[in-house]
């Protein structure tokens, strides 16, 4: 299984990647046992793979077609934001404001359905939206024209994304914290997909975050709790000593949720 950081081969720690084939054995597999897979390519946050795989075919193409070059890019090329994530990164935080992002999730979106096609039909498709930067895009020049704060960016971020997924007849899934700002859940209304899945997974009540399925909830999102303290499944990267508050919080990569169906 490929784990942070450990590259696309397999020579380390980790297995590379999923080939085509692979993935649609895994959907054939989760078929036969009446296992839904629901894939998730995170974003904007949690996406120094995917910005910097798209910088290098920038660089193969620039100097031979600019349309090329450009035409996945999901990142400002003179963007001077100096922020780092929670996984320590300082370049993953996919850029909202710029055209190309939103070419290169459809693109996404539509290999995918492509994949589980006659296999299982993919009805639903994780965003992500978790754990973006705070200071992120603050020194987009892209981002400067919309005079917008950072929620105002995730909500224009997330409203995009959910147009093409429901141009894909798909629902979208999001995790709680990309919706969830000040203190309330963003507007349901907002995002055009029929239905919007939330997967809580900061619903801790010692944090005072407990009432956001609640919330979420009455917000008409359908919610699906991820319980941090028992069912998050992680790559641990902490010890219990390193984390006493909540020992089950650590850094981890997602790669995908796999929800049993119980119809």
Known sequence: MPQ??????????GTGYFSVN????????AAKRHVRVIPEFDMPGHSHAAINAMLARYRK?????????????????EDESDYMSIQEYTDNAINPCIESTYKFID????????????IQPLTLYHVGGDEVADMAWTGSPACQPLNASRTDLMKHF????????????????VWEDGV????????????????????????????????????????????SPTWTRSIFCCIRETTLTESPKDPH???????????????
């Open 4 to 13: 942070r950081g450990s590259g696309p081969t397999v020579s380390s720690s």
């Open 22 to 29: 692979e993935y649609k054995s895994i959907l054939s597999y």
């Open 61 to 77: 193409y620039i100097s031979t077609n600019e349309t090329a070059a450009t035409e996945f890019l999901l990142s400002d090329l």
């Open 107 to 118: 693109t996404v979106i539509a290999s995918v359905k492509s994949m589980h096609a006659n």
């Open 158 to 173: 997330l409203t995009r994304a959910s147009e093409i997924c429901a141009i894909h007849g798909l629902d979208m899934v």
């Open 180 to 223: 969830y700002y000040e203190g309330a859940p963003i507007n349901r209304s907002s995002f055009a997909s029929r239905n919007v899945y939330s997967t809580v997974w900061d619903n801790i009540w010692e944090n005072g975050s407990g009432q956001r399925s609640y919330e979420l909830a009455n917000n008409d999102y359908k919610v």
């Open 249 to 263: 919080f650590a850094h981890y990569i997602k790669l995908i949720i796999i929800e049993t169906s119980l119809n």
